[in-house]
């Protein structure tokens, strides 16, 4: 499976992103894709995730009531939308997928095999 995130930007606080992952090769239902980002001198850290073939969703504390994960199977895309950004939510954002991963490890980076490029949201006044 390769993927490709895109969508970053450079937004004002308050204002909302959709980012996209985007997956070719392999059978992408049978997926977890997760969606993690890493800011300046920190360490990666998971935002999101969903799996594909039942629409169950997992977030940080963090978003949870911000951003919404989403799953387009047929078109092999999947989305993170981001409302009320926060100066704290800049960062790269990645996506990630992983056939294997079991729940209680959808939020450790490890649990994934594949990683789409980054991209960067920007979130300042």
């Known amino acids: 499976v390769q993927l490709q995130a895109s969508g970053g930007g450079l937004v004002q606080p308050g204002d909302s992103l959709r980012l996209s992952c985007a997956a070719s090769?392999?059978?992408?239902?049978?997926?977890?894709v997760g969606w993690f980002r890493q800011a300046p001198g920190k360490g990666r850290e998971f935002v999101a995730a969903?799996?594909?073939?039942?629409?169950?969703?997992y977030y940080a504390d963090s978003v949870k009531g911000r951003f919404t994960t989403s799953r387009d199977n047929a078109k092999k895309y999947v989305y993170l939308q981001m409302n009320s950004l926060k100066p704290e939510d800049a960062a790269v954002y990645y996506c990630?997928?992983?056939?294997?991963?079991?729940?209680?490890?959808?939020?450790?980076?490890?649990?994934?095999?594949?990683w789409g490029q980054g991209t960067l949201v920007t979130v300042s006044s």
């Open positions: 990630a997928a992983s056939r294997t991963i079991i729940l209680s490890n959808i939020a450790n980076e490890y649990g994934y095999n594949y």
């Open positions: 090769g392999g059978t992408f239902s049978n997926y977890v």
């Open positions: 969903i799996r594909l073939s039942s629409s169950n969703t």
